[in-house]
């Protein structure tokens, strides 16, 4: 509906209504009135005539008065029109349908409504206040909402539309409670709360503000709790318990959380696991301590974006992976490799935050390099470059160290020097004097270590001089292989004294010699105990044997071996004896007995022929014991065939005798014939004769 301007007759039409209304009462109450000389159906005709002559009389028509009454006019006196039953016949038939067309057309007539923006409100009707308040209240936003409740709110308690002005605000209240809920749903709290507040405090509904503020900010709260929540999963790289959590929202109460943010906290989620696979892949990488999964390990962390909550994790990864190159350059510098130590310092990337850190270590690393060297110049030209390091560099103190180090092995170094150049020529007394000139170097100098070392060395090699004439002549000796000159060699090589040079490879060689002279001692008597087991008594060879397998002599090993061989002979000799005399008892257990002895029986003897043939003929007669049993006792027939051995003669049929007896003992149920399906009776026969 459109506002309008009112029209001036609006209000006096509104206010003739009562009046109206008053006059169709009367007019209902005494009923319809009669035409002139019309007389009502069923009336008395001198009632009527009396009737008007009270009437032109102006006396009151009393309808109990008994006497007839002649009405005054004289229907002769009246003009002639007015005698036409035609005329009147006209005017009966236009005046009631020109009366009823008035009355629909006025009833059809729509009044022009009120121009609300423009009225001057002090003086409006309730009724214009309603009205205008309903079109306010029809756009259905919060501050006409707000404008209809105030246009009608401040009508009097007393005044008859009062009760319906109520039910409208009470409407219209939580009109714009929705309205507020729809914000709290799109994820506008505070606008909510803010449009819920503007109710007016002294409205019914506004009871219900503070209950639904309260559980908009409790739903808000719980929802924005396991939002932080599962942002905080993610970044720990706790996946599953941030998906169970995002899992949560969807039963919030409110369409933002549970749709927006759920999604945003979703795909948050899944970005953020990637880049917590490739945060995961780069540490793998770095454990590896290998320069280039190091390298990858970096790049991988460094192309997380700034967007991605596993970013601050990034890094701070970055630096850790850093430091672990700068610690396989310090583990290659700590081995003497300075080369290779700088080759991983100097990839060490810029991102890694490590610069100064680095430098300093290529600095030191470098000046190393060169006191490496091993000769004065380049020591001096480590001292230089050590001499370039900032005092406020936190390897400054480091470096002043090696400095003094270094000034010290300068000197050191060229007493080295004179030293190797002495101990180049190879002979006794250079040796000796070279020795002598790194005894000048003190142990707590740094090349003292060296020193020691070169001193070490060139000993060994003069003991070698002196003592190598000793070992060629022992060798010599030993080259007759007899016992004298086994011993003699031997006592040629045990000049060289412990601990000289020379003294492990002579104690080698006289092991050898002390050896094949015990070969050449013991071998006689393994030679007779062999021949003694050949000959059938393995008893006195075994006894020979022990001789030389409880000495601890070169022939202990193979004099032992020889005995365990021979007590086995001994053994399945002796179990072969056994297995015939408990065979020949010719039961059941003795039987069993028997095969279990003859089993013994080594794979390797020569009796093992004869004990496969005795198995196999005690097993046949296992099987006809069963077979006897089993006629009056087929339990125990059972329990005989069971005994009989795998691999034996009788094992088959003994098997397939078992199995016979278990069928007849736990016979399987006949198959119960299948049910045929009923036949139909034929319908009997229609033919004549039957």
Known sequence: MTERDIPDSWSSASGREPDQNKRLSRTEQFGETQPFDSPATGSNSKSVKRRKKNHTEGLPINSNSKETVQLSINPAKLPRWMKSWVLWLVLLTLIPGSVAFLAMAMLLKLPSAPNCPSIFWPLASASVRLHCAQLAASKQTVNDLLQAIALVKQLPQNHPLHGEIDRFIEEWSRDILKLADQSF????????????????????AYKLVNEQIDKWQSIWSKAEATYNGAIAEVKERRWQSAFMLSAKMLRVDNQYWA???????????????????????????ANSKVVDNLLEAIKLAQSIGQESYIYQKAQEAIPVFGRKMLELAQAKLDKRDADEALDIARQIPEIAKLQGETDDFIAIADAKRSAWIGNVSGLEAAIAQVQQIDPSRPVYNEAQQLIARWQLEIEDVANLEKARILASQGTVPNLTAAIAQVQLIPASNPRATEARQEMGRWRAQVETIEDQPYLERAEQIAIFDDINSLEAAIAQASEIRRGRALYPEARKKIRTWVRKIQRIQDQPYLDQAQELAQSGDITAAISVAQQIASSGRALSQEAQAAINEWEGQIRTRENWRKAQEVGAAGTPEALVEAIRLADRVSNNSILRMDANLAIDQWSQQLLEIARSQGQSDIARGIDIAKSIPRGSAAYSAAQEQIRAWQEFLNPQPEPQPQPQPESLPFPQSTTNGQ
């Open 185 to 204: 749903q799109t994820g506008n709290l505070e606008e909510a709360i803010a449009t819920a507040q503007k109710i007016p405090e002294d409205v019914t």
């Open 259 to 285: 749709g927006t943010k759920y999604d945003q906290l979703n795909r948050l989620i899944a970005t953020a696991r990637e880049d917590g696979d490739k945060l995961g892949k780069a540490e793998s990488l």
